[in-house]
């Protein structure tokens, strides 16, 4: 079973940085995508970033285009999260995900539907002050 533990997170003022990161354990294959998602109470959880294992292409909402990367340590099986020039709508609870498909866009959520099992991390506050 896969397990994914964050860390990172916190608080920043608008305009600044904070990184998260995801510690991804338990992994079997290589046809799977890890992304960071995030959720407002109230709102759906909506996918931000997401990268393909096989070859490392990224997605990115438009909402975070150019001012976040999604990056990965495949050794460590770790996926990280650099949030830059925050603005106060990126508060939010951040959430990491497996997902059982090699394909960056799919696996945060847009386009095609895929079979096996999504697997989630606990959460990460993300907190950003005007």
């Known amino acids: 079973q896969v397990q994914l533990v964050e860390s990172g997170g916190g608080l920043a003022q608008a305009g600044g940085s904070l990184g998260v990161s995801c510690a991804a354990t338990?992994?079997?294959?290589?046809?799977?995508?890890l992304g960071w998602f995030r959720q407002v109470p109230g709102k759906e959880r909506e996918g931000v970033a997401c990268?393909?294992?096989?070859?490392?292409?990224?997605y990115y909402s438009d909402s975070v285009k150019g001012r976040f990367t999604i990056s990965r340590d495949i050794a460590k099986n770790t996926v990280y999260l650099q949030m830059n020039d925050l603005k106060t709508d990126d508060t939010a609870v951040y959430y990491c995900?497996?997902?059982?498909?090699?394909?960056?866009?799919?696996?945060?959520?847009?386009?095609?539907?895929?079979?096996?099992?999504?697997?989630w991390g606990e959460g990460i506050d993300v907190t950003v002050s005007s």
């Open positions: 990268i393909a294992n096989g070859d490392g292409a990224t």
């Open positions: 338990g992994i079997t294959g290589a046809f799977y995508a």
């Open positions: 995900k497996f997902a059982p498909v090699d394909n960056e866009v799919i696996a945060c959520g847009r386009g095609g539907p895929y079979y096996g099992t999504d697997y």
